[in-house]
């Protein structure tokens, strides 16, 4: 299959492209596109086929449901139950980086649903998703425009080299704002079970929820057989190819094993910005300064690719905070690394 790349300026929106993007998605083709999270791959909401067509390019299992992704919050009526509570969420964080759990309606076929009587529902605020939704003039289901597995895409580019060939459109419209994926709720009246971490904190859901508690499954192992809240919780995710171990430990103590270990093994190391002049330029990938978490999680894919790209037999990362923002690049880290933490001591030696 060929792929057609529409390159669209999100500042300048070439409209005819982005009508004949929408066409694909009408005739029940697939095109991705990009958000403010991290671009999506989208098919019609309302087509089973489309659906199969998604987790076929991403191979991705058909019990892990899709993200349906609407124009406008009020627009989740056709799809969804709401409550009063998603129109709180919504008129305080939506067009934006959260996707409410709701119960669903029949014009949402159970392919999209991963077989469940729920449905995730979210409104992008990013102007390339706003207009291609709106041009198609029906909800898109979309997940993440990877390859099941590997680390969710934050550029054009990433797309294009999972799925090229693959799926019918990519909208190249460059890098994405925040770079990981949204912020997931589940309701239950005015409680929100917090799924999945992401732009939106659980303090910031606090200020709208009567209460917010964080699934264990977002910090935690899943036990053996353990049935997840959210399908996605049990699939290995974001995984570069060489073995991922995080950090954890005093700053000065892991940076001096840091340099130990550049000198010991063939190691990638993502790094801070105030680590780079200690460190050895080879295989060093700067992730932003220690405290700016916002440039932590708007690189944090691409540097997880690019370490794939350097090629060595090992990646270190620091263990990042759990509180704010910190928690859902903790995450993604932790399932990157399949839960490897190192406590770094001061004279542990590299392995
Ligand atoms: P992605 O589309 O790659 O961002 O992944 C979407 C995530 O949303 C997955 O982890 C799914 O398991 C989760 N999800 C989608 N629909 C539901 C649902 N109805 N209930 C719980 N989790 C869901
Ligand atoms: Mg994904």
Redesign the pocket.
Known sequence: MTTKIFKIDPQNIDRRALAEAAELLRAGGLVAFPTETVYGLGGDATDARAAEKIYAAKGRPSD????IHVATPEDAEGYAVTSETYYKLAKAFMPGPL?V?LPKKDTVPSTV??G?D???VRCPSHPIARGLIEAAGVAIA???ANLSGSP?PSRGEHVKRDLSGRIDGIIDGGDCEIGL??T?V?LDGAHATL??PGAITADALSCVCESVSVAPAVTEALAENERP?????KYRHYAPKAPLVLLAGDGDEVLSFLFRAQNAEKCTILCYSEETEYLRGERLIDVGRREDLTTQAKTLFSALRQADDLDGDIIYAHLPPTEGLGLALYNRLIRAAAHTVLHVTADQTPS
């Open positions: 892990n449901p899709l993200i996707t759990i649903t991963g469940l729920t449905v995730a979309a997940p993440s969710s994926e949204s997931i589940k799924l999945r809240l959210s399908p996605g919780m």
